[in-house]
């Protein structure tokens, strides 16, 4: 039988540990460092006009920290449609309101209520993974003075700083 979950804090991703400076000094589990390539950097066809915008507002902002490549596409791409859903869903709530009454006149949640709702958690959740909060960001120190131009080389350096520590 496959556990899915584990005790204990999730882990992070190989790149968060990178930008936090290893204060614990443990030693971090090399991984295949993976590109962004062109292929990748436009938007998935399905997803909707709000989704898009997100993508291409987050992207470059990903790409410049290190924290983008063609591994992470189909995540950026769940939370960017999360945010199309979102948006949508709002509006549907402003113009509806926040209640319906039904046929038999009891009056209950609008169901955009609760795909919004449903919409703002998996981007918080999916968000997280790339730093996108301000919780999950606190932890980060990025150093923009002696950052290289490739956010890749800028990690390498990183790494083997912090193992000849």
């Known amino acids: 039988m496959i556990k899915l979950g584990t005790r204990g804090p999730r882990v992070k991703p190989y790149e968060i540990k990178l930008l936090e400076g290893n204060p614990g000094k443990r030693e971090i ?31 470059p902002l990903l790409e410049k920290n290190g924290l983008m490549t063609d591994l992470d596409y189909t995540t950026l ?59 999950s960001r606190t932890a980060l120190s990025i150093d923009n003075a002696k950052k290289s ?7 390498i350096a990183k790494r083997e700083k912090i193992q000849n520590a």
Not at 30 to 59: F, Q, S
Not at 99 to 121: E, Y
Not at 149 to 155: A, C, E, F, K
């Open 77 to 135: 791409a769940s939370y960017c449609q999360a945010v199309d859903t979102w948006i949508l869903a709002e509006q549907e709530k402003r113009k509806y309101g926040f209640t319906i009454t039904t046929d038999k006149g009891n009056v209950i949640q609008h169901p955009a209520v609760g795909i919004a709702n449903s919409a703002l958690q998996n981007m918080l959740k999916i968000g997280r993974e790339f730093g996108l909060s301000p919780s």
């Open 149 to 155: 131009d490739n956010p890749v080389l800028s990690l």
């Open 29 to 59: 589990n090399n991984h295949p460092i993976c590109e962004l390539t062109d292929d990748c950097r436009e938007p998935p066809p399905h997803l909707g006009r709000y989704a898009k915008k997100e993508w291409k507002r987050i992207l």
